[in-house]
Nanobody
Framework: QVQLVESGGGLVQAGGSLRLSCAASGRTFNNVAMAWFRQAPGKGREFAAGITWSGISIVYADSVKGRFTISRDNAKNMVYLQMNSLKPEDTAVYYC?????????????????WGQGTQVTVSS
């Protein structure tokens, strides 16, 4: 059974940076699109960034475009989210998600597997 485990969250001041990691363990599968979603207190889960298996197609939410960078290392079964110029409104629990069939989707229902989440808090 495949599991996703996020790490790298924490507390950072506005303008700072964090790098989130997502490790896939267990039986892995090919041609999997990966994404990062986030959920702020009192709000629904929203798409932040996604990347196809090949890495050729990358999609960002407008709210993070130019500040966040998603990448992956298929040999290590890892996905990363580099977050720069962080703002207080980026405060949320960040989730890693995998989609076995299809390309990157902004809809959370398209994803088959989720991690447990990692907290990111940005102070002003």
């Amino acid at each position: 059974q495949v599991q996703l485990v996020e790490s790298g969250g924490g507390l950072v001041q506005a303008g700072g940076s964090l790098r989130l990691s997502c490790a896939a363990s267990g039986r892995t599968f090919n041609n999997v699109a990966m994404a990062w979603f986030r959920q702020a207190p009192g709000k629904g889960r929203e798409f932040a960034a996604g990347i196809t298996w090949s890495g050729i197609s990358i999609v960002y939410a407008d709210s993070v475009k130019g500040r966040f960078t998603i990448s992956r290392d298929n040999a290590k079964n890892m996905v990363y989210l580099q977050m720069n110029s962080l703002k207080p409104e980026d405060t949320a629990v960040y989730y890693c998600a995998a989609r076995r069939y299809g390309s990157v989707s902004r809809g959370e229902n398209a994803y088959d597997l989720w991690g447990q989440g990692t907290q990111v808090t940005v102070s002003s």
